[in-house]
């Protein structure tokens, strides 16, 4: 659609319908929202995790335990959503600033970690289905399969298609200074740590949702629009 000028120009207009998904609120409070449900997860799934973890079926024979995870895998789809809530509104808001190599890294890593996420999840619920159902038919081999594909998809390749993702984030906001550099570096030093340390403890899997946390109390805070140094230049040739 367009308008015209009182100097009769013509000028396009921005459609209203749905403008206010697309804003950097909407962004904030979608990444605030995926950081709080995952990290809400991972922490249930830790603390559920018995003394001996390597021994089969251990985590499935307490229904205590076993209902501790099945909450954190109810929050999984949720976090997902806001998760590709999120990228979608970044990418809206950084626009043709948006480098294209970087770019597709960071809409591949994201998509690829909401796979791997969902998948896992799924393993995990349907060993907790098969335990609940059938107790003593459960086949310890299948238990132990079943649980090294979602330690892999989950801890493994999953949360280094995190790391890939916060790198191609981080270094997207230090190339358009949409966001203070600190956070941007410090997205960089949580991806390395993702990458060489995450097989060491899951613990570390907490530094991605607390990232995007950040990152998005930012967004909320200051907007995601133009450069902060083009911002502060705008401010001064106006003063």
């Known amino acids: 659609?367009?308008?015209?000028?009182?100097?009769?120009?013509?000028?396009?207009?921005?459609?209203?319908?749905?403008s206010g998904l697309r804003t950097p609120r909407a962004a904030a409070f979608a990444g605030i929202l995926f950081a709080v449900l995952l990290g809400l997860a991972f922490v249930l799934i830790l603390v559920s995790q018995p003394a001996n973890p390597a021994k089969p079926g251990e985590w499935l024979s307490d229904p205590s335990r076993r209902g501790t995870i099945a909450v954190a895998l109810n929050l999984v789809p949720f976090a997902g959503i806001?998760?590709?809530?999120?990228?979608?509104?970044?990418?809206?808001?950084?626009?043709?600033?948006?480098?294209?190599?970087?770019?597709?890294?960071?809409?591949?890593?994201?998509?690829?970690?909401?796979?791997?996420?969902?998948?896992?999840?799924?393993?995990?619920?349907?060993?907790?289905?098969?335990?609940?159902?059938?107790?003593?038919?459960?086949?310890?081999?299948?238990?132990?399969?079943?649980?090294?594909?979602?330690?892999?998809?989950?801890r493994v390749y999953g949360m280094r298609m995190a790391a890939v993702f916060t790198m191609s984030t981080a270094l997207i906001t230090l190339r358009t200074q949409v966001v203070p550099r600190w956070i941007g570096f410090a997205g960089v030093a949580v991806a390395i740590v993702l990458l060489v340390s995450i097989g060491l403890t899951f613990w570390v899997s907490l530094l991605f949702p607390a990232w995007i946390f950040l990152l998005s109390v930012d967004i909320l805070r200051s907007g995601l629009g133009r450069p902060r140094g083009a911002a502060r230049a705008a401010t001064e040739t106006v003063s």
């Open 1 to 18: 659609m367009t308008s015209t000028t009182p100097r009769g120009e013509v000028t396009p207009e921005e459609p209203v319908i749905g």
């Open 82 to 154: 806001a998760f590709l809530w999120f990228i979608g509104v970044v990418r809206d808001r950084i626009g043709d600033r948006e480098d294209r190599f970087f770019a597709t890294v960071f809409l591949g890593s994201g998509l690829l970690f909401t796979a791997m996420l969902f998948t896992g999840a799924a393993f995990a619920a349907g060993l907790g289905s098969l335990a609940t159902a059938a107790p003593t038919a459960s086949n310890p081999g299948t238990l132990v399969i079943g649980r090294e594909i979602t330690v892999l998809l989950l």
